[in-house]
């Protein structure tokens, strides 16, 4: 019984790696989101989903406003400069 099961801390160490993997993809597609609007001359994005909380921290510490809520069952999350 439980043979396959991996120890709780082989499970915490994927997880851990999982969000991190998911954290750095979620950057990139933020950091990308922010230059094209920069280019199109907006002073913020807004994303249909909330964000990753290491890409809003790191945001914030870039000095970027980060407004996040739903509204009729729709997350939403504004980047500003």
Known sequence: MFEN??????????YENG????????SI????EIKRA???????VTLDR???SVVEKRLREKGYTII????YNDDYTS???
């Open 5 to 14: 099961l991996p120890s709780a801390a082989d499970a915490a160490e994927t």
């Open 19 to 26: 969000q991190f993997k998911k954290a750095q993809a979620e």
């Open 29 to 32: 597609l933020v950091e990308q």
């Open 38 to 44: 920069i280019e199109l001359g907006y002073k913020s």
């Open 50 to 52: 909330f964000l990753h």
């Open 68 to 71: 996040s809520g739903s509204q």
């Open 79 to 81: 980047i500003s400069w």
